[in-house]
């Protein structure tokens, strides 16, 4: 009786309809109720509202839409929060002119801000519908299944693409539903072959999925939920790959996974940052994008600093979550419910700079993003593809497709680049440090071999790099890499052991034309020289010169000698003792090739280093 002194309605037979909705545990009944209830009182505005509700619970968008617009229509009571209520319909089902209609026919009793924020939202989608961006979606052939599939993440050369799949499970006594993980492998052709489970023990009979893979392709990190360790709802877990089979999977713990809800691990192509989303306490909203360090153990484990929030740049009071970092390292791809979009969850990108600070983020535009929830994007190492679940047929469900992204959203374009290094004799896999330098930058990338001496990493198209590699105990190694070299062919690096009369061509020093100064791109080189005498404070080397035969023999002789030692004096000005060093110029006597052509002479102009103690 308290109830229905507040209700709209004053017929019994509709108030009893009304709760008998309210009280029933069957969906299909609620819904029964509430409509007879309005077949009974047209005007009963609570029971119009209650049905809209169920019927938008139940998956009936068009359903919820036509309840609302029939109680704008027949009832008067709170007609301001009935057109409130439709304007946001109208919104989330891309209907933008009709939901600022039905926000403009409310008083002026209704909260002007949320006036302003259906209007205000409602143009700003249609501005971006106004203004198409190019898209042809393609759906990948061999990669989706008879399932939904969804959470798309290639491994770094392109040529492995992983999945999250609703299966059926149809051993159990009832027909359940498994997010489990698949992965499909690329042919000499270009095409993809048939997806196939990844298998046990990665997978289980819980839910696993939302995987990302380091750039070797030895650590794959995911979600699962309700397994006997997890902290909160779903945590993020890590499996290691062995060559043949993935480890059981390893559960941080703390400070990455906490009693709430972790969830969309990216991990960066460096392999140093894994981004994610949650719900814990200290975010900006609901759920945030965090990120933090990641560092590989001697045993090859991993351990992972306390968690930053990405602050206001990225997140808002509202959800962000499905991270993705492009290989570029600066460019992340998000999804977000809490800006101005075409509603539901838009797909936004946003830029970090050399300080670390994230550039405002930009909508991807439509049909990119449509009223739909739009989630799960990735780009290829190039920015020219993107991949994303989409349920462009309902009937089939939920599928990866992929696109042509437009010039604008596109991050740096990035060479995958990845090598082996072994010991010569042997032949067995060193782990070692790699330094790759762009010979007109100071940027640097330095990383570490894992077990199998393997090394991968994304680099920015068409500039010439220095590749140095250290080992203690081992002479380094020096090469230049050339745009055109940065292919899907691994460099096998041969490390020789420190022996008296064993030498090494510094590939990447160099000097101003005709003069023996040192060029601003040798620096990498002389400091990766420094570093090798310093980490091996036992040898003592001769620093030999070479020229080609353009001049004088007595010119080029004393040419080679001043070269080297403008390469001693670098290294004695840094720290290591003269005594340890021997200059020797060989001018044009000992050429590696014709001095006929430009090519044979770049050969034969060369600097040395050679093990004399």
Wanted: with cysteine; proline share 4%; net charge negative.
């Amino acid at each position: 009786m308290l109830q229905a002194q507040s209700l709209s309605s004053t017929s019994k037979k509709a108030i009893n309809l009304y709760s008998q909705a309210r009280n029933t545990i069957s969906p299909d009944d609620a819904i029964m109720f509430a409509q007879q209830a309005i077949d009974v009182d047209s005007t009963f505005t609570e029971a119009y509202w209650f049905l809209a509700d169920r019927l938008r619970d139940a998956g009936r968008v068009e359903g919820e839409k036509n309840v609302l617009i029939a109680a704008a229509q027949k009832t008067t009571y709170r007609i301001d929060d009935t057109l409130y209520k439709l304007a946001n319909v109208f919104y989330k089902n891309g209907e933008y002119e009709s939901a600022i209609d039905a926000i403009e026919r409310a008083s002026e009793k209704l909260a002007p801000q949320k006036r302003e924020k259906i209007i205000s939202k409602s143009n700003a989608a249609l501005k971006l519908k106004n203004n198409p961006v190019p898209y042809d979606p393609k759906p990948l052939s061999g990669v989706n299944t008879s399932y939904d599939d969804y959470w798309p993440s290639f491994s770094l050369n392109g040529k492995v693409v992983s999945t999250t799949v609703l299966v059926a499970d149809k051993t159990r006594s009832n027909l359940e539903w498994n997010e489990e993980i698949f992965w499909c492998f690329q042919d000499s052709t270009g095409a993809w072959r048939q997806t196939q489970n990844i298998g046990y023990p990665t997978n289980t009979e819980e839910n696993e999925g939302s995987q990302s893979f380091s750039s070797d392709g030895r650590y794959m990190f995911f979600v699962a939920c309700d397994k006997p360790d997890t902290k909160g709802g779903c945590d993020i877990y890590y499996s290691v790959f062995d060559g043949k089979n993935w480890s059981l999977p390893y559960h941080p713990g703390e400070p990455l996974n906490t009693r709430y809800w972790e969830t969309n691990p990216c991990l960066s192509a460096d392999g140093r940052e894994l981004f994610f989303a949650s719900n814990r306490p200290g975010g900006k909203g609901k759920k945030d994008i965090w990120e933090c360090v990641v560092t590989r153990l001697s045993d090859g484990s991993l351990s992972f600093s306390s968690p930053i929030n990405l602050s206001d740049s990225i997140n808002t009071t509202e959800d962000e979550f499905s991270p993705f970092i492009h290989p570029d390292g600066h460019t992340l791809y998000f999804a977000t419910n809490g800006r101005d979009g075409l509603g539901g969850y838009d797909l936004f990108l946003s830029k970090r700079n050399e300080n670390y600070e994230w550039s405002s983020p930009k909508n991807l535009g439509y049909p990119i993003n449509t009223h739909k929830d739009e989630y799960g994007f990735v780009v290829d190492s190039k920015g020219e593809k993107a991949y994303f679940s989409s349920e462009v047929n309902p009937e089939q469900g939920k599928d990866i497709f992929e696109i042509e992204l437009y010039a604008q959203a596109r991050p740096d374009a990035m060479n995958y680049f990845s090598g082996v290094v072994r010991e010569t004799e042997s032949q067995r896999p060193l782990i070692a440090n790699v330094e790759i330098s762009d010979v007109n930058s100071a940027k640097k990338y330095v990383f570490s071999t894992n077990d199998f001496g393997a090394f991968s990493a994304y680099l920015p198209i068409d500039n010439e790099y220095a590749i140095n590699v250290h080992k203690k105990d081992f002479i380094m190694y020096s090469q230049t890499i050339l745009p055109q070299s940065l292919s899907e062919q691994r460099l096998f690096i041969n490390l020789d052991s420190i022996v008296v009369g064993k030498s090494l061509i510094l590939k990447n020093i160099a000097f101003e034309t005709d003069s023996y100064l040192l060029a601003a791109q040798s620096n990498p080189e002389l400091q990766a020289i420094f570093d090798f005498m310093q980490n091996n404070p036992q040898i003592s080397v001769e620093i030999i010169g070479h020229t080609d035969d353009i001049g004088s023999e007595q010119y080029n002789l004393e040419l080679s000698q001043n070269r080297a030692e403008e390469v001693k004096r670098f290294l004695c000005k840094k720290g290591i003792s003269d005594n340890r060093i021997k200059c020797v110029g060989k001018g044009e006597s000992e050429p590696l090739a014709s001095n006929d052509t430009e090519e044979g002479r770049a050969l034969n102009r060369r600097t040395e280093l050679k093990i004399t103690k």
